[in-house]
């Protein structure tokens, strides 16, 4: 049985797997890079469903940015800590910051894709680097980080909402 203790020790391990992963990325194509997760409370991260977001957020990432800049690399891992993406452009980090948080604010399924965008030299771009606001909580409008800290909403709660948008998007 997972326990808790363990599903949060797999899901820090995959983020220092992952920043690793992003730097080599970034020292190889000498680009910036988009990299692509979805914001998923609780310890199960992996899902058909969770794949078949990531897959409809990938695709509208993939477009919008075509249009604009050159892709040097993309590529999707399946991890149990959730769906990765990963796209090295050729362009400008902050045009590229305000492109994805354009997209997680009006994609249907925006509100749960996690877009984390780093320069050449491997420094991320914040929300808050290029004038946005931090994300406010799926449920409410209070700021996520204080919601999920003041435990606000259950996990079953939050699933239902991911649930019923995914219904929505694919009907």
Request: one cysteine or more.
């Given at each position: 049985?997972?326990?808790?203790?363990?599903?949060?020790?797999?899901?820090?391990?995959?983020?220092?797997?992952?920043?690793?992963?992003?730097?080599?990325?970034i020292k190889r194509y000498h680009s910036s890079l988009v990299?692509?997760?979805?914001?998923?409370?609780?310890?199960?991260?992996d899902s058909e469903l969770f794949r078949e977001i990531h897959?409809?957020?990938?695709?509208?990432?993939?477009?919008?940015?075509?249009?604009?800049?050159?892709?040097?690399?993309?590529?999707?891992?399946?991890?149990?800590?959730?769906?990765?993406?990963?796209?090295?452009?050729?362009?400008?980090?902050?045009?590229?910051?305000?492109?994805?948080?354009?997209?997680?604010?009006?994609?249907?399924?925006?509100?749960?894709?996690?877009?984390?965008?780093?320069?050449?030299?491997?420094?991320?771009?914040?929300?808050?680097?290029?004038?946005?606001?931090?994300?406010?909580?799926?449920?409410?409008?209070?700021?996520?980080?204080?919601?999920?800290?003041?435990?606000?909403?259950?996990?079953?709660?939050?699933?239902?909402?991911?649930?019923?948008?995914?219904?929505?998007?694919?009907?």
């Open positions: 049985m997972i326990t808790n203790n363990d599903a949060l020790l797999k899901i820090l391990e995959s983020r220092e797997q992952r920043a690793i992963y992003q730097s080599r990325l990299s692509f997760t979805l914001n998923i409370p609780g310890s199960q991260k897959h409809a957020g990938m695709i509208e990432l993939l477009n919008t940015i075509k249009d604009r800049a050159a892709i040097l690399y993309h590529e999707v891992k399946f991890t149990e800590t959730g769906p990765e993406g990963y796209i090295c452009v050729n362009a400008d980090a902050i045009g590229l910051k305000h492109l994805t948080v354009n997209l997680e604010a009006t994609h249907a399924l925006g509100r749960l894709f996690d877009f984390d965008v780093f320069n050449d030299q491997c420094k991320q771009i914040s929300r808050i680097d290029v004038g946005y606001s931090e994300r406010t909580c799926l449920l409410c409008s209070k700021n996520v980080h204080i919601c999920r800290r003041e435990q606000n909403h259950s996990i079953v709660e939050l699933l239902e909402k991911i649930n019923s948008m995914a219904t929505i998007y694919f009907g």
